[in-house]
């Protein structure tokens, strides 16, 4: 069992790049990664890390990029183990619909029409412990 003494959130990285590609047609495959780890004392880290990059095989008009990070303050009797799984379930599922607001937001800001990421099954976004996942 775990404790949560105190959570904060932080912004890493918020990138947008302009590919000037034209076209109607084309397929968003946004990269999303999970990093976990320890800060200090009783202070761990859930990142979301999410990346959509055009390339020649499947082009994009725009290159997001957008680092977003859950500080989590535990007490200090806690099992590493229950933090741990926290921080690479539970964690996740808080972070995530923040994510998904950071990038509609920012396409809409950028006067580009707004990106919106799926609600999701955020459980099943990382299976079998990976730390990155595609969503179609």
Excluded: C, W
């Excluded at 932080?10 to 780890?37: A, C, M, Q, V």
């Excluded at 303050?73 to 799984?85: G, K, M």
């Excluded at 920012?106 to 990106?115: G, V």
Aim: overall charge neutral; glycine content about 2%.
């Amino acid at each position: 069992m775990y404790h949560i003494v105190k959570t904060s959130f932080t912004t890493e990285k918020l990138e947008i790049k302009n590919n000037h590609i034209r076209g109607k047609n084309f397929k968003l495959k946004p990269k999303i990664s999970r990093k976990t780890g320890k800060i200090k004392n009783n202070v761990f880290y859930s990142s979301l890390i999410l990346q959509v990059t055009s390339t020649s095989e499947e082009p994009f008009p725009i290159d997001i990029n957008i680092d977003f990070k859950g500080l989590f303050e535990f007490s200090p009797d806690d099992d590493q183990e229950d933090i741990l799984y926290f921080l690479k379930t539970e964690a996740v599922k808080i972070l995530f619909p923040y994510l998904r607001t950071m990038l509609t937001s920012l396409t809409t800001i950028a006067m580009l029409p707004p990106i919106i990421l799926p609600i999701l099954d955020v459980s099943k976004l990382f299976p079998d412990d990976r730390e990155t996942a595609y969503v179609n």
